[in-house]
C-alpha cells in the first residue's frame, strides 16, 4: 500500500516561515515526480512546487517563486516545501502527491497525503 504522510504545518504570522515533510513508504519513488499542491477554502486544488527525484528538475508556481522551495531526501524517500516570507493568501491545506511525470493539473499524479493545515496571519 502506497502510503504519503505530510507533517509541519500549523498557524504563523506573515513574514514567517515553515517547513513541510511528506514521507513516501510502500514502493520505491525513485522515479517519481513528488509535488505539493494546495486548496484554500472555496477554491479549486493548485500547483505549488514538484521535484523530480532523479533529475533534480524543479517547478514553482509564479505565485511562490523565490519564496518557496522544494527538496528532497532520496534516502529518506522524503519531500519538503520550504515556506517563506509567508503570506495570508498562502493559507490552505497542503497535498503532497506523486506521479510519473511534472505537471501543473492535480489528475497528472497518482498518489496523495491526507494533507496537512497552514494559516498564515495578517
Known amino acids: 500500500q502506497v502510503q504519503l504522510v505530510e507533517s509541519g504545518g500549523g498557524l504563523v504570522q506573515a513574514g514567517g516561515s515553515l517547513r513541510l515533510s511528506c514521507a513516501a513508504s510502500g514502493r520505491t519513488f525513485s522515479s517519481y515526480v513528488m509535488g505539493w499542491f494546495r486548496q484554500a477554502p472555496g477554491k479549486e486544488r493548485e500547483f505549488v512546487a514538484a521535484?523530480?527525484?532523479?533529475?533534480?528538475?524543479?517547478f514553482y508556481a509564479d505565485s511562490v517563486k523565490g519564496r518557496f522551495t522544494i527538496s528532497r531526501n532520496n534516502a529518506k524517500n522524503t519531500v519538503y516545501l520550504q515556506m517563506n516570507s509567508l503570506k495570508p493568501e498562502d493559507t490552505a491545506v497542503y497535498y503532497c502527491?506523486?506521479?510519473?511525470?511534472?505537471?501543473?493539473?492535480?489528475?497528472?499524479?497518482?498518489?496523495w497525503g491526507q494533507g496537512t493545515q497552514v494559516t498564515v496571519s495578517s
Open positions: 502527491a506523486a506521479g510519473p511525470r511534472a505537471s501543473y493539473y492535480p489528475s497528472a499524479y497518482d498518489y
Open positions: 521535484k523530480t527525484w532523479s533529475g533534480g528538475s524543479t
